[in-house]
């Protein structure tokens, strides 16, 4: 991840927000603010160029034989396993929060929208990774289709699973959920999601660790922030053990 200079960008906004009018200029104290100024603009745009970038994509030879399930591997609910053994004709994913016209979208309206294919490695922070294929919508056609609030700056992923007693979710800001490789993936290597792997529908989100991958989910709900959400630290092991929000890779 790249490392802003924090202050340096502070002093540049600010600098910024002043005008940088030819009276600042004038002075020696203004030409070097508007050059810290310049500085931070560039740092802040190679921050957010590498957040866009793309993550590497893998070759189908390169996928790994078996993608094996971690955390929940089931959700203990007879709704949900009635859905599962009829292949969830029922479910639906929500999309509200902050937006002007709340969705709940079946598998079958997911599975209409223009798809994205991607080859990809999931890294967890227990210690493994694997390659595996994904296909789903793209986050950014569902928020433009639901079309987001100008409060909205948090994305939050609500699951259908619990883990020690305690509903999973996570969220993300809007750069994350608007890069082309975060999308809702209803198949893993050409087939629907197997019940381990988050089925019927899970994030990947392409940029971040494993946990940030949340699995059966049932709404994408946008927010303003997430104080009021579980503990408040923006994820299910953020809140329980302390794992950074930001998981970037
Ligand atoms: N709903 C939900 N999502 C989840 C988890 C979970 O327990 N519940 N575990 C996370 C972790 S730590 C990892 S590494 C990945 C594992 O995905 P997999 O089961 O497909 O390997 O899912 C993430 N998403
Ligand atoms: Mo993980």
Same mark, same amino acid.
Request: charged content about 30%; hydrophobic content about 25%; aromatic content about 16%.
């Given at each position: 991840m790249v490392d802003l200079p924090r202050r340096t960008l502070i002093a540049g906004i600010a600098a910024l927000g002043a005008g940088a009018c030819a009276r600042i200029a004038e002075s020696e104290t203004g030409r070097s603010l508007m050059r810290v100024a310049e500085e931070g603009h560039r740092a802040l745009h190679r921050a957010l160029a590498a957040r866009q970038a793309l993550v590497r994509e893998y070759a189908p030879s390169e996928r790994s034989p078996t993608f094996r399930g971690n955390g929940s591997v089931t959700v203990a609910d007879p709704f949900y396993q009635d859905q599962l053994a009829r292949g969830f004709p029922d479910w639906r994913l929500e999309v509200r929060g902050l937006v002007e016209t709340p969705l709940a979208l079946s598998l079958a309206a997911l599975k209409a929208l223009p798809q994205r294919r991607q080859i990809t490695r999931h890294d967890c922070v227990e210690g493994w990774s694997a390659i595996g294929e994904w296909t789903g919508p793209q986050l950014s056609r569902l928020l433009d289709a639901a079309r987001l609030k100008p409060e909205a700056r948090f994305i939050v992923l609500r699951c259908a699973d619990t883990l020690y007693g305690r509903p999973y979710y996570e969220s993300i800001d809007l750069v994350d959920a608007y890069h082309p490789q975060t999308i809702i993936a209803h198949s893993l290597n050409g087939a629907p999601l197997p019940e381990q792997n988050g089925a019927p529908l899970r994030l990947r989100v392409?940029?971040? *660790?494993?946990? /940030?991958?949340? /699995?059966? *989910?049932?709404a994408i709900e946008a927010v303003a922030s997430l104080d009021a959400i579980g503990e408040g630290r923006g994820g299910f092991w953020e809140d329980v053990a302390g794992y950074q929000w930001y998981a970037g890779i």
């Open positions: 392409e940029r971040q *660790l494993g946990y /940030k991958h949340a /699995k059966y *989910l049932t």
